[in-house]
């Protein structure tokens, strides 16, 4: 079958796509084993860290800060639940929302990881100065938000 010829523009969006792709891959394999070691899944290390962070939350609130889905975190919370690592309770100011925190538990495994994960977020960043991490996070909030500079 015949591919299509694409012009550059496309042909710079292809490559673009695949060398993220491949980077997210790769910053992943280095920072992540710690967490996968202890048990962890990185969705289950996002919702302990945001809560060892930021206090406690709810669900629907948990789904938005961790970019997650419904089901999945259905899934994610119950097997923290089960292992003793957050907890839940009812809110003091809405009786009808129930919040989710982290135990002692969970801290205290959050604590043991956080070490490893620090450094191995400095041995994968620390090849781009300063100012090139402050460029590269500015352009991946645009290309998160999905919109130009125009549109915004």
């Known amino acids: 079958m015949p591919m299509k010829n694409y012009n550059e523009k496309e042909m710079r969006n292809l490559k673009l796509l695949v060398t993220l792709s491949r980077c997210n891959s790769s910053i992943n394999s280095r920072i992540y084993p710690k967490i996968k070691e202890e048990g962890l899944t990185e969705t289950q290390f996002s ?9 406690k939350f ?7 800060k961790t970019f997650s889905s419904g089901g999945t975190m259905t899934v994610v919370v119950n097997n923290l639940l089960k292992e003793g690592y957050i907890k839940k309770e009812r809110s003091k100011i809405d009786k009808r929302q129930i919040l989710i ?3 002692s538990k969970g801290l205290d495994l959050l ?21 090139e991490k402050f460029i590269l996070t500015e352009l991946l909030k645009k290309l998160g938000k999905g919109k130009t500079d125009e549109e915004n």
């Open 101 to 103: 925190s982290i135990t």
């Open 58 to 64: 709810n669900i629907k609130e948990i789904i938005e």
């Open 47 to 55: 919702v302990l860290n945001l809560l060892y962070h930021k206090g």
């Open 111 to 131: 604590d043991y990881i956080l070490g490893t994960h620090v450094e191995n977020l400095k041995n994968t960043f620390d090849i781009l100065t300063d100012t």
